[in-house]
């Protein structure tokens, strides 16, 4: 379901520890996901946002967007999966996300979410990703960037 | 389990609308959550975020942690839960939100998530709230800032 698509030209950065964890510039992972209503339900749940937008069919139907929406936080929840586990991947940790929302995410309405490397310091093993979402039709949903300390000082299995 | 302490000076601004939603700077809304296992696995699967530095117990014991992270996205859920349903409340639509990590969160370990009103905007129906979380301790583990959209153009029940 990941698609891990990296290169890029730029700057390669070999990590200190004893994994050679190579990140460049220009290095991408994105995934494609559908969120049901049972995942916008669980997540309404987890973060006791139960704003009747996400839940209510008929709040959804009669609102501006003229149906429910799937929480934003929810949706940029796959840039924490793809930071987590496809780059920098196992061990990260995340230092900050900036979001913005522009557009709304309905119940079964495919996303990609990407993540791409646009800076890495060089004085420590922090990198600054962009994090876009964008729906099939190419309308974006999600722009924001994420800082993320790489896993090069953290036991990964 | 939410407390809604809202009060504080400034500004006060009706909306258009037939709700005489009142928001004023310095109101805040606050909530007090343990996250548990439970919940850390169901955000691993909603986020596709299976890190072994949350999940694995081993994996977070060699960590320079000492025992697994709660997601530091599933933690900051709470300020769209705050958001959603506190203040400015049902209908409200995310449009931003910032977030800085700034220690981990561990599982069965208590967080306060509070949101205040900083700025009301006077052209549009918009306002910025700062979005902290602490411990118990008063060790701040996220800090950031909203901007929501408020609900007096969209029908809430």
Do not use: W
């Not at 890029?8 to 070999?14: A, D, I, T, Y």
């Not at 429910?68 to 796959?78: E, I, K, T, Y």
């Not at 990407?114 to 964008?134: A, G, N, Q, Y």
């Amino acid at each position: 379901m990941v698609i891990s698509a990296r290169g890029g030209g730029g700057q390669v950065r070999p990590d200190g520890g004893g994994q050679a964890l190579m990140l460049k510039i220009g290095a991408r992972a994105l995934i494609r996901k559908v969120f049901t209503e049972k995942e916008v339900i669980q997540f309404a749940e987890l973060s006791l946002d139960r704003n009747p937008l996400h839940l209510d069919k008929e709040v959804g139907k009669a609102s501006i967007f003229g149906q429910r929406v799937v929480h934003g936080m929810l949706v940029a929840s796959l840039f924490s999966g793809l930071i987590g586990m496809e780059l920098p991947g196992k061990g990260s940790i995340y230092l900050g996300q900036t979001l913005t929302f522009k557009a709304p995410v309905f119940i079964g309405e495919a996303v990609t979410a990407t993540v791409e490397i646009i800076k890495i310091r060089k004085d420590k093993p922090i990198v600054t990703l962009s994090t876009v979402c964008e729906k099939d039709s190419g309308q974006v949903v999600i722009t924001g960037e994420a800082v993320v300390k790489v896993p090069e000082m953290i036991p990964v299995s």
